[in-house]
């Protein structure tokens, strides 16, 4: 029977909710929507200025137009930017796909620079235009760029594996009754469901050796080779129970069965106290893995 135990206290990977999933969806959807209307007022001055516009003939007289699509291309794009990120603070890419990862967390700051120089650029190198416009809508539009693509980056990006410490950080407060200072709305409902199946395995295995209970399961071991199971798992409260027979069987703390896929405890609770010789009352199983 293999019985390894990780070397450090982590829990299953975070996953967002069906919740957190079609907000997230929703958000994303909301910033496209300021992305097209930036991408749209770019688009509309530069075939305004591809038709003189802003030539020199006019003299300036359209210079407040132009400023104000510039200014209207930023404000869409930081509002775009905001729910973006907003969307990934709820459902944010894994720093293991390098590519996604990099790409959703700085998608704002990419397409806002798609929102911008191509019409700065026109701007800047259009010699028909007139010069007064040039400059102060060259100067306007360089500087809304700079601000709007900062606003735009994701300095300290979410990530799953941060959400993933996060809940286990988490689970380990509830269970200790310390502060909760880790749970953060993103990572609390699952790190909840971890103290309170300890808890109830805790109960459940109290007996005359640990009159307080103990926190160890047994599941059934990933395949050779592998860290964690590809589907969930049901943990037990002792290697005898019948599920386990004829199995490779690994134990552990209830986070440590999370880590590895077991994320479900078993719905037998009062058979399995008989067959591992635990006096204590019969826990229910409240897991909603």
């Not at 079609?22 to 209307?37: D, G, H, Q, T």
């Not at 160890?216 to 071991?221: D, T």
């Not at 199971?229 to 690994?250: E, I, M, Q, R, Y």
């Amino acid at each position: 029977m293999s019985d390894t135990k990780p070397q450090r206290d982590v829990t299953k990977d975070w996953q967002a909710s069906q919740g957190q999933k079609s907000s997230a969806l929703n958000l994303r959807i909301m910033a496209a929507i300021s992305w097209v209307i930036a991408i749209g007022g770019e688009i509309y001055g530069v075939v305004q200025l591809l038709q003189g516009k802003f030539s020199a003939a006019t003299q300036g007289a359209n210079l407040p137009l132009l400023v104000g699509l510039l200014i209207g291309i930023a404000v869409f794009a930081i509002i775009g930017s905001f729910l973006w990120k907003r969307a990934n603070e709820k459902d944010p890419a894994s720093k293991a796909d390098t590519a996604r990862y990099f790409f959703q967390n700085q998608l704002g700051a990419i397409v806002t620079l798609i929102a911008f120089v191509p019409l700065l650029l026109l701007i800047l190198t259009d010699k028909n235009m007139d010069p007064r416009t040039k400059k102060v809508a060259g100067g306007v539009g360089a500087v809304l760029a700079v601000i709007a693509t900062m606003i735009g980056v994701s300095y300290q990006p979410p990530s799953v594996e941060q959400y993933t410490q996060s809940m286990n950080e988490c689970a380990t407060q509830i269970n200790t009754g310390q502060p909760t200072t880790a749970c953060s709305p993103e990572v609390a409902a699952q790190a909840q469901e971890i103290a309170t199946d300890t808890a109830a395995v805790t109960e459940a295995t109290k007996s005359a050796a640990n009159p307080n209970g103990q926190d160890v399961v047994y599941w059934i071991a990933p395949p050779a080779g592998e860290t964690k199971s590809d589907h969930p798992l049901v943990f037990h409260l002792c290697a005898n129970v019948s599920p386990l027979k004829d199995k490779t069987v690994n134990s552990g703390s209830v986070t440590e069965a999370y880590a590895q896929n077991a994320i479900r405890i078993t719905k037998q609770i009062a058979m399995e106290q008989g067959q591992c010789g635990f006096t204590g009352a019969a826990a229910p199983a409240t897991s909603t893995n």
